[in-house]
């Protein structure tokens, strides 16, 4: 392949790459380059702006410049009551940004891996511990924004929750565990108060998940 053929081929590329190949037109002029006393081949890039080729096609393309246009298999509610007007739809459409945020979202938050399920029943139930998980983490940040607290993050409720309320206790040669309230911390007891749940330590609630209170 010549030099000037590979060269057009870079170029012609890069045009590929940002949409702009259709709007330009140039020509390769050979120069020589000295380069630390060495004469290297080179190319100018001439720019033939005008000619008619472009011309027409940046005349097309102004036709539905800043236009864009939703292709779907959704049936229209002319044809079928249970369709979308194409207002809905474009608000459809634009919803799906607040769709795949809330997917970010579920992911770092209960750290979801691949779930390799088929049936619609395991589907359903791997959808709705995303859409409840989801709906938990933006309870406890919705309550953190409006609640009077120096706890401003989310991951900061979940890593002192995490230290554990409720503590197992074993004892040797015995086949039960027992289930026994711990002190609670000071930031434990304001998280509890926050979120107006200081009844989860209450000895009926305890006592009927067999947690022992005294």
Not at 150 to 167: H, M, N, P, R
Not at 180 to 198: A, G, M, R, S, W
Request: hydrophobic share 35%; net charge positive.
């Amino acid at each position: 392949m010549s030099t000037k053929l590979s060269t057009r081929n870079r170029i012609n590329e890069k045009l590929e790459k940002i949409k702009a190949i259709r709007f330009v037109d140039y020509k390769l002029e050979p120069i020589f380059v000295n380069v630390k006393s060495k004469e290297i081949k080179s190319f100018r890039i001439l720019l033939l702006n005008d000619t008619e080729k472009v011309k027409e096609n940046i005349k097309e393309a102004r036709r539905t410049d800043g236009l864009w246009t939703i292709v779907t298999n959704i049936c229209s509610k002319e044809d079928d009551l249970k369709g979308f007007t194409a207002a809905e739809l474009i608000s459809s459409y634009r919803d799906k940004n607040q769709i795949e945020e809330a997917f970010k979202n579920v992911k770092s938050f209960i750290n979801v891996q691949p779930f390799h399920v088929w049936t619609s029943t395991h589907v359903r139930a791997h959808y709705t511990i995303c859409v409840l998980s989801y709906l938990l983490n933006i309870t406890v940040i919705n309550i953190l924004r409006k609640g009077d607290t120096d706890i401003k993050s989310q991951q900061t409720v979940y890593d002192i929750l995490k230290k554990g309320i409720v503590g197992k206790i074993s004892i040797k040669n015995a086949s039960d565990d027992n289930l026994k309230l711990i002190l609670l911390k000071p930031d434990q007891e304001k998280i509890l108060k926050l979120f107006q749940n200081e009844g989860i330590i209450e000895k009926k609630y305890l006592k009927s998940m067999n947690i022992n209170y005294s």
